[in-house]
């Protein structure tokens, strides 16, 4: 039995509110990435927040609150990508908790949604990257079904 069976009717993210973001949530999903990930990246923020905002379908930027407070949020886009391949994917760019709101079913609640979202859409498949040190993440999207891909990231330093 999953948690979320628990109790007949309810779910552990049912306290979570999950909705599409606007432009009014730019400075919380800010603070909420730089409490997560220790730098402040508003103009990345910002334009991954507008591309989302004017993609519709295409680009999904969720938040997650708590009594009424963005506390997480979550960016994925949809890659229609390479010609040939079988059917369209998606790319989840970014999941972040505030460190202070984590392990009350908000990322699970973020997810929920992003799924329910991409399998409207027809897509079949989720990828990510993570740092290799990224270990909350890796540990999350390891009990959320993800898999290693069977790609190889290469990189060549050009400096
Ligand atoms: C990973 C992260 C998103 C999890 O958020 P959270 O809201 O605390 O997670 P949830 O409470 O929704 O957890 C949902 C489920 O995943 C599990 N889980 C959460 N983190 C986990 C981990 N690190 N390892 C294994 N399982 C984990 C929970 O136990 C829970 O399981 P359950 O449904 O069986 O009870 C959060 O810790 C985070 O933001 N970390 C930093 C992310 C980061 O570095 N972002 C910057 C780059 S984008």
Redesign the pocket.
């Known amino acids: 039995m999953?948690?979320?069976d628990m109790y007949a009717g309810t779910l552990?993210t049912d306290e979570v509110v999950v909705r599409s973001a606007t432009e009014d949530d730019l400075d919380a999903i800010v603070k909420v990435?730089a409490a997560?990930?220790g730098i402040v990246r508003t103009q990345y923020l910002f334009r991954r927040l507008k591309m989302a905002l004017q993609d519709g379908g295409i680009r999904l930027a969720l938040v997650g609150e708590l009594d009424g407070s963005v506390v997480?949020f979550v960016l994925a886009a949809v890659d229609y990508g390479e010609f040939g391949r079988a059917a369209p994917s998606a790319v989840l760019d970014?999941?972040?908790?505030h460190p202070d709101?984590?392990?009350?079913?908000?990322?699970?609640?973020l997810f929920r949604q992003v799924e329910m979202q991409l399998r409207a859409l027809g897509i079949e498949t989720l990828r990510t990257e993570v740092a290799w040190d990224?270990?909350?993440?890796?540990?999350?999207f390891?009990?959320?079904g993800f898999l290693p891909a069977a790609r190889l990231c290469l990189q060549k330093e050009l400096a």
Do not use: C, K, P, T
Request: glycine share 12%.
């Open positions: 999953s948690s979320d552990l990435d997560a990930g997480g970014a999941l972040s908790v709101f984590r392990g009350h079913h908000v990322a699970a609640a990224q270990e909350e993440l890796m540990g999350f390891r009990h959320a």
